[in-house]
């Protein structure tokens, strides 16, 4: 008798211990700790949820020498955030589970400025130091602390738990676990699997590099370095994460074709489009072409189209002569080679944005490349299927008139800064918004010492446009312009809130509302802006004046060798002489003894009694580490005289810099520019790169251009802007919310890279160069409700009949079948397709027999949720024979021996029962 409770109680730990068990594998929700809230919006920091911003992330941690690990639950094992993994580059999501890709080391604006310095005659160690001074230290080496390339990482992150799982990266490639390194830029969903352009690098296609050969690692550092690999299309299986490759644009052979020599002709292999039209999984691709002879590589840019991607059957729908040899693909065109940047279907048609300005089309006196193009593909299907060439025609919507393009490049004629644009489908309208080219921009400060294109990006800064389905296009935001003289119809000008925003970089549709976001310029350029004389523009009087003290005070150094005062301080601690030091006997000059060289030096200047302590540490530094050679007098009184004036007219600008008035200013700063270019080359090395960093320009024209992007940066708030866009009254009119202008409040998020929706949260990964990408989550006002099901659910189904059920989730997303918690063999259960794209499943009559009679939980599982429910096993039906019906006598027989059986047991209980 005790036999029973003791199997309940051993059943019921059981349940127990198995209920502990999934609770245990089940991740807990994030403690969100940093939340960032405005207009009515909240976002939470999920990366690293247990650091603040403006602290590194980067997603991921790095252990060195190419390890990259996950952290798990938000929080960092190991505590050594991968900042140079510096932006999300790409992102689609799948139930919980964002799938994103990294972009490693952005920009490369670390080694671009360290090349400007080191130009300028100025070493790389002291380079590395001042632009660590200029970026307090924030903006990454474009490469690890131990030197290593880890390269880019592609993983899953689940916004909820905060849980990550590394899919593909270096140490996954050098161990065999995946096909490279990659550099994932777009993604979307397709018939429940999930695709991503962009190239992988591997370290085997370079060979040598301006004649060098190169080993393998050597190679992939390159390819990591220069962003550059194979381009492809990967598909993931979000049901066993499975990634594969499904298609590589070109082989090892083509891929060195299009690369060249990697100077500048070679063509940018990373490729960006990728969307779906009519049942197809549309890409942008590059292959090689045919041979030219203008240096150039070969390249051929072209879209791709595919109804079973997984087979890796794509087929080219269009090339370089359908677009009308619009994309700009070489790494010195517009954007670095953007070509082919989006596809999106919009009433009935496939768009194509272009990237279309290369060096031939460079105005050369402005020195921007030509504006973005867009054309429209239509199709045929009395021509072939989706995937023939022959069924469709391209037609130029923006881009030459000439070719029959109803608006030129750019749209307005006296736009010209914007290179690339960004669509998305919003209302019955296709909205379009600008990018300006911030490479360029980049480019002309520190490789050319220009604010030409800066002045011009500026002054341009983006709009956004729609389209209706006439292609009749409205200016939504932007400034009054010969093609829109009332303004824009949200009443905002060019730029939103900032002409700093040089990017409407992602777009998306959530919840019925459209959001944007952009680039800002402020945190990277404004800072190398003042690095090559934006400073004078920017600072305070105060600020300016200290800095013009400590050049006086630097030069009072140079030439005090020949005081008494400094003769007797060096007497007095019996240091080393100049003659004991001009023998190799080194400095020995003590941090004391300096000290007091320079307060000696500070007394000695008028309207000078002291330094900030940044630069008093400075000077005391040069000095105890013989970079300033107090002891020597290098100035003759010809060239001390001119460097006194030089530093009087400094000062004397002090009064101009509040009075906003940058046309009297840059007059004044050419007269300074034009004293010190006659007397630069008799400075000593050290004072030449102090006044270097602040006279670096030369002409008049450039300091005049400078002055213009000043009016922009002066008070600019650094970090991204993100818009809230709503169509009102019928779509006739849009009202625009500006969620945060501060990157939420981190300045180093100088953009918003990609968006990705899930049943709760809209994902958000921002762009951050100096301290690595961080994802973000918004919590959805209301949330999608879960799949249901909506045919079988509380039914009830007699054992042995087929069971039909089916859930309201589309067919391509099917999983799995669950019941009562087990995972259903597909053997027992078929799947078809509704005729409206539902999962429709038929439970097998032989499985059916075998359930219990009674209520069973049934879930039918797609990637992205679930259908649940219940359903009911009764007892099936008897069918009594009619007369003289003999089709059923077997039935009659076995239940008669049943009966029998069941009359036995009973008596030979009974009797038992008797017996005690």
């Not at 300091?703 to 008070?715: F, P, R, S």
């Amino acid at each position: 008798m005790r036999s029973i409770p003791v199997r309940l109680l051993a059943a019921a730990l059981c349940c127990l211990l198995c209920m502990a068990s999934v609770a245990a594998a089940e991740s807990p929700e994030l403690n969100i700790r940093y939340r960032y809230s405005n207009a009515g919006y909240t976002f939470e920091k999920v990366s690293h949820a247990s650091s603040p911003t403006e602290t590194e992330d980067g997603v991921v941690d790095y252990l060195g020498n190419h390890q990259i690990r996950a952290y798990v639950d938000g929080v960092s094992e190991v505590g050594n955030a991968d900042a140079i993994q510096s932006y999300s580059y790409c992102a689609v999501a799948c139930g919980d589970w964002v799938y994103m890709g990294t972009m490693y080391g952005a920009l490369s604006a670390y080694t671009q400025v360290q090349n400007s310095l080191t130009g300028m005659g100025i070493s790389s160690e002291i380079a590395s130091a001042i632009i660590d001074a200029m970026f307090n230290g924030k903006l990454n080496r474009g490469r690890e602390d131990d030197g290593y390339y880890a390269g880019s990482v592609f993983f899953k992150f689940n916004v909820k738990t905060g849980e990550t799982k590394i899919l593909m990266s270096r140490e996954m490639y050098e161990k065999g676990e995946c096909s490279g390194v990659p550099i994932f830029r777009s993604a979307c969903e397709y018939k429940g699997k999930l695709y991503f352009v962009g190239l992988v690098s591997n370290g085997t296609a370079l060979k040598s590099y301006n004649g060098y050969p190169l080993s393998q690692e050597a190679a992939l550092n390159l390819e990591i370095m220069m962003q550059t690999g194979v381009p492809s299309i990967y598909e993931v299986d979000p049901r066993t994460d499975e990634v594969k490759k499904v298609y590589e644009c070109v082989d090892v052979a083509g891929y060195r074709k299009l690369n060249g020599n990697m100077n500048g002709k070679s063509v940018f292999t990373s490729t960006r489009a990728i969307g779906t039209y009519q049942g197809y999984l549309i890409a942008g691709g590059i292959r090689v072409g045919a041979e030219r002879t203008d240096g150039y590589a070969p390249g051929d840019a072209c879209i791709l189209a595919a109804n079973d991607p997984g087979s890796g059957n794509f087929k080219v729908i269009a090339d370089m002569k359908d677009l009308y040899d619009y994309p700009a693909i070489w790494r010195d065109a517009a954007s670095g080679g953007g070509g082919i940047y989006q596809v999106l279907e919009y009433n009935g048609s496939l768009y194509v944005a272009i990237a279309s300005g290369t060096r031939d089309t460079m105005d050369p006196d402005t020195q921007l490349y030509r504006p973005f193009a867009i054309v429209r593909g239509d199709y045929d299907a009395s021509k072939g299927a989706i995937d023939s060439r022959n069924a469709w025609t391209w037609t130029p919507v923006v881009g030459d008139t000439a070719d029959g393009a109803r608006y030129t490049f750019g749209i307005d004629p006296e736009r010209t800064a914007s290179t690339v644009c960004t669509m998305q489908v919003y209302g019955d309208h296709l909205y379009i918004g600008e990018y300006n080219d911030v490479n360029g921009s980049l480019t002309g400060v520190l490789q050319r010492q220009s604010f030409k294109v800066l002045r011009h990006n500026l002054e341009q800064s983006i709009n956004l446009y729609r389209m209706d389905k006439d292609e009749n296009i409205e200016l939504v935001v932007g400034a009054k312009t010969a093609m829109f003289p009332n303004g824009s119809i949200s009443g905002l000008k060019s730029g939103y809130a900032s002409h700093m925003n040089q990017y409407t970089w992602m777009t998306t549709v959530f919840e019925d509302k459209m959001y944007l976001s952009t680039m800002d310029e402020t945190s990277l350029v404004h800072v190398i802006a003042q690095f090559v004389n934006g400073e004078l523009l920017t600072m305070s009087e105060e600020e300016w004046q200290s800095q013009v003290n400590y050049l006086r005070v630097l030069v009072q150094l140079l030439t005090n060798s020949q005081t008494t005062k400094t003769r007797q301080i060096l007497s007095q601690a019996h240091e080393v002489t100049a003659y004991s030091r001009s023998r190799g006997a080194g400095t020995n000059v003590s941090e004391a003894t300096a000290e007091a060289i320079v307060e000696q030096a500070i007394a000695s200047v008028d309207g000078v009694d002291s330094l900030e302590q940044s630069q008093l540490d400075e000077a005391i530094a040069d000095i105890v580490s013989g970079a300033m050679n107090v002891e020597t007098a290098p100035l003759s009184s010809d060239v001390l005289k001119k460097v006194q004036q030089l530093n009087a007219m400094l000062s004397s600008l002090t009064s101009q810099l509040g009075s906003n008035n940058f046309a009297a200013l840059a007059s004044r700063y050419g007269e300074a520019l034009e004293l010190y270019d006659a007397i630069r080359d008799l400075l000593p090395e050290n004072l030449q790169a102090i006044y270097d960093m602040l006279l670096s320009f030369t002409t008049l024209e450039n300091m005049e251009d400078l002055a213009v992007c000043m009016q922009y940066m002066t008070g600019s708030k650094a970090g991204f802007d993100l818009y809230v866009i709503e169509e009102t009254n019928g779509g006739s009119d849009v009202k625009v919310t500006r969620v945060t202008d501060n990157g939420f409040g981190d300045r180093y998020n100088h953009g918003l890279r990609v968006f990705a929706g899930t049943n709760d949260y809209l994902a958000i990964g921002t762009a951050n160069p100096f301290l690595g990408t961080q994802i973000w989550r918004m919590k959805a006002q209301s949330p999608k409700a879960p799949y249901k099901l909506i045919l079988g659910g509380g039914e009830s189904f007699a054992q042995g009949s087929d069971a039909l059920l089916a859930s309201n989730a589309p067919r391509d997303k099917f999983w799995r079948v669950e019941i009562d918690g087990e995972i259903l063999p597909v053997s027992e259960y078929s799947v078809s397709r509704g005729d409206d794209d539902s999962t429709h499943v038929i439970l097998k009559g032989g499985y059916v027999a075998k359930l219990a009679l009674g209520r069973h939980d049934i879930a039918i599982v797609s990637t992205d949720g679930s259908a649940e429910g219940f359903f009911t096993v009764v007892e099936a039906a008897i069918d009594l024979p009619q007369t003289g019906d003999s089709s059923n006598l077997w039935l009659w027989v076995t239940l008669g021996a049943v009966a029998v059986v069941l009359l036995l047991a009973c008596i030979y209980a009974g009797k038992k029962r008797q017996a005690k």
